[in-house]
């Protein structure tokens, strides 16, 4: 009778237990899971309890399963916080943590949940910023950054090899104090190629040293040459309102900028317009004022910089309104281009007519003759006299029009 009592006490027990172990477990508050940057020294802190506990066991491990208990302390009483007093925990580590409760009689114990946190690094190691790790397409002559060391150190010293065992060191580079940058001032680097940086600090007058992690990055590739234009030719004449420009492909361009100017030095944009590689042509899509001289230049671009502009070319559109296409005189300038005067000859038609030199823009500058032309070879002198560039002469006989260009240099 009394072996059956005492068993139904232990059911009971254990009945009880069960109801209230939920209120039994421990709710973590910090560090939070998997917080970063927890000083050595941290402070574990947990929530109060509702049912009565006689004690705490902190637990920490370096795997979540807890096969390697790193770090264990017993906090009795109601406390809900526990600094560590030991300097035991190692510099940018990870570690689990969990906190297990004991009722009074030690009977039964309930474990929390997991948490993790990562200790932060050795306020001595420089923390390295950029180029971040593995980074692509770094400029060739970069800057170097890593955060500012907490404690004085005597000095830094950056280096930099092909090799991550730093088996040779390409460029080495000694800063005084506790500078957290460095912009390299020499195109030392390679196009397109891996390399490696770390950053070691000084201290004790340079007898103790800490290196920083070893971080890589990959520089850019190399920039597209510099394009030469093909067609339309410099100073062509009677263009298209809707030309096709023409350039020769360049190195290492996967795209062309296309850029069209009333100025030659590109102040104003007629057209801009991308072609893809390896496409080395484009027709404008807008139309271009008639009669107008208009500048052109390309660049090629890729994924790491633009390339120089090219050298500008120049065209003239063609000026529909001062042509017929009926008229034939046969004219001719001699010479053109021309530097001190030139003569305008054609066929008179026995008729009235005139003959007349319009600048680029269409307007009338001059009358150079106006009357009767017999029928037969007729010459008209021009002379320089406050003419210089390009200019049309238009010549009428009885509403039939033609028209010359003409150039005094």
């Known amino acids: 009778m009394k072996l059956r009592t005492f068993t139904l006490a232990l059911i009971l027990i254990a009945l009880l237990g069960n109801v209230n172990a939920q209120s039994r477990k421990t709710s973590l508050k910090s560090p939070a899971d998997m917080e970063m940057g927890v000083y050595k020294m941290a402070t574990f802190t947990w929530d109060s309890l509702t049912a009565h ?59 929390s949940d ?8 050795d306020p001595r190691i420089a923390n390295l910023k950029t180029p971040a790790n593995q980074e692509m397409h770094v400029r060739k002559m970069p800057t170097f950054t890593w955060d500012t060391l907490a404690i004085s150190i005597d000095s830094l010293h950056i280096d930099l090899s092909r090799h991550m065992d730093f ?45 920083s992690h070893v971080w890589s990055f990959t ?3 190399h920039p597209p040459a510099q394009v030469v234009l ?4 410099s100073a062509s004449i009677d263009v298209s309102i809707r030309p096709t420009l023409s350039w020769n492909t360049a190195n290492y361009a996967d795209e062309y900028h296309v850029h069209v100017s009333t100025f030659n030095n590109f102040s104003d944009t007629a057209y801009y317009g991308i072609v893809s590689a390896p496409s080395t042509s484009v027709t404008l899509n807008v139309d ?28 003239t559109t063609l000026y529909t309104g001062l042509n017929t296409p009926n008229a034939n005189f046969g004219a001719n300038a001699y010479p053109n281009p021309a530097t001190d005067y030139m003569l305008i000859s054609f066929e008179g038609q026995g008729t009235n007519g005139s003959v007349k030199i319009y600048d680029m823009q269409g307007k009338e500058i001059k009358t150079l003759s106006e009357g009767y032309f017999d029928l037969g070879n007729q ?12 200019y049309f002469v238009r010549i009428e006989q009885n509403g039939a029009i033609q028209t010359l260009k003409v150039v005094f240099k």
């Open 53 to 111: 506990v006689d004690s705490f066991h902190l637990e920490l491990s370096s795997d979540m399963n807890f096969s390697n208990m790193y770090y264990s302390a017993t906090i009795m009483g109601g406390d809900t916080s526990y600094m560590l007093t030991v300097d035991t925990l190692q510099y940018d580590s990870m570690y689990y943590w969990r906190m297990v409760s004991f009722d009074s009689l030690a009977i039964y114990q309930t474990t």
């Open 114 to 121: 997991v948490w993790s946190f990562t200790v932060k690094g």
């Open 167 to 211: 088996s040779d060191t390409f460029y080495s580079e000694t800063i005084v104090g506790r500078d957290s940058m460095f912009k390299m001032m020499v195109d030392t680097l390679e196009y397109d190629s891996v390399y490696y940086w770390r950053v070691i600090s000084f201290s004790d007058s340079g007898i103790t040293q800490f290196s």
């Open 219 to 221: 520089t850019q590739g």
């Open 230 to 233: 093909a067609s339309p030719a």
């Open 288 to 315: 271009l004022e008639t009669y107008k001289v208009y500048y052109w230049r390309v660049a090629g671009n890729n994924i790491d910089e633009m390339g120089p502009w090219s050298l500008f070319f120049n065209f």
């Open 379 to 390: 010459s008209v002198k021009l002379d320089r006299a406050g003419f210089n560039g390009m």
